[in-house]
């Protein structure tokens, strides 16, 4: 069973993509060739419309008669789908061998629309949105598109986990299952603080000349993405990896791969706003032990305890308002701590057997 892995620098940084079109939208298209809905202009919940929106995806596995098997899963913060098409096969995480799997490329992610690629709305012209925003353009995708109406689950990591929260209160009886990994239903204020911090590093950069960069953003991304690396694990991970003598050529090598151009700041900025934004309790003007209580899905909630990028106390108090299970990552990996623990056979179990999966902590057997 193969682990999650391998998303330690993408939920930090954009990779720059050059995505293969494809134009089929049917479900018989499903060997993870990445495709596009296109879905004209697309409203968003502020007021503001993306101009000829266009959604990235991926399917792999087969819908089965019923057409009942499908698992949604979005992906994370700068991450994309081929990103994840690392746990999606036979003896993975997602077994396609009994499950559709639908890949979403979130909005702003430089794939799907985002300031990046518009020809209309670039850069800073790129309206602002949020977490629901993509929630409700993934309906769309599952609804218009493909033609579901029922998925056995949705699930994601990170801001893949924030999206989990917001389609199960949003569309509550449109899943079965919901699996939030490191993910959460509220931005905490210190949360705010961090996503905040790397925005401003961003804009003051030499070269930002007020959202029209004049060329490339060394200075900007090279602080953004330090302050990302002193959150993405705890203290005591980056104490034992880098060695105070290797100090100096590991932020060299930091500095050297965050170098990138005035698209790619965007698209970190607008994702960013989004999260900062993430508000479930605000968004139902109810307590967040109360919104928990509108959710029908069976929910299993996934968390780090020594997460510094993405709080886990909301998560932790949402699942306990209505007893869903919570399974803790012991590690000082923290954020990445899915990248250090086997989560694939917990998620495997409770996709074909919720009631089996129980609340427990699962220790790091290398870094504890």
Not at 45 to 73: E, H, K, M, P, Q
Not at 166 to 175: N, R, S, V
Request: hydrophobic residues 40%.
């Amino acid at each position: 069973m193969k682990t999650f892995g391998a998303f330690a620098f993408c939920v930090l940084s954009f990779v720059s993509v050059q995505p293969r079109v494809a134009n089929a939208q049917s479900v018989a298209t499903a060997d993870g060739a990445l495709q596009f809905a296109q879905l004209g202009d697309f409203k968003l919940r502020g007021g503001s419309v993306i101009s000829d929106f266009r959604l990235g995806y991926r399917t792999l596995g087969r819908l089965n008669s019923a057409r009942s098997n499908g698992i949604l899963w979005p992906s994370w913060l700068g991450g994309t789908t081929e990103n994840l098409l690392q746990f999606i096969g036979p003896g993975k995480v997602v077994d396609t061998t009994n499950y559709f799997v639908v890949l979403v490329d979130a909005i702003g992610n430089g794939v799907s629309s985002s300031p990046s690629n518009s020809n209309k709305q670039p850069l800073m012209k790129f309206p602002v949105f949020t977490i629901r925003d993509m929630v409700e353009s993934e309906h769309r995708l599952l609804t218009e598109v493909l033609h579901i109406s029922h998925l056995r689950a949705v699930m994601g990591i990170s801001m893949g986990g924030m999206q989990t929260f917001e389609w199960m209160l949003a569309h509550p009886d449109f899943m079965d299952l919901a699996i939030p990994i490191v993910g959460s239903p509220q931005s905490t204020s210190f949360d705010k603080l961090l996503w905040t911090a790397q925005i401003d590093a961003l804009k003051l950069d030499p070269a930002w000349n007020n959202g029209n960069p004049t060329g490339p953003l060394m200075r900007g991304f090279a602080i953004s993405e330090e302050i990302g690396q002193m959150n993405l694990t705890s203290p005591a991970y980056r104490v034992t990896h880098t060695a105070p003598n290797d100090f100096s050529s590991f932020v060299a090598d930091l500095k050297k791969r965050s170098v990138e151009d005035g698209g790619a700041a965007w698209n970190q900025i607008r994702q960013r706003e989004a999260i900062i934004a993430m508000d479930i309790p605000g968004e139902y003007g109810q307590a967040l032990m109360q919104v928990a209580k509108n959710v029908r899905a069976k929910l299993l909630v996934i968390i780090s305890p020594q997460d510094h990028l993405v709080n886990p106390i909301p998560a932790q108090e949402f699942a306990g308002a209505i007893g869903a299970p919570i399974v803790a990552m012991d590690s000082p990996c923290g954020h990445i701590s899915p990248d250090c623990i086997s989560m694939g056979p917990t998620v495997a179990k409770f996709l074909g057997d919720p009631v089996s999966v129980h609340s427990e902590t699962l220790h790091d057997p290398v870094n504890h």
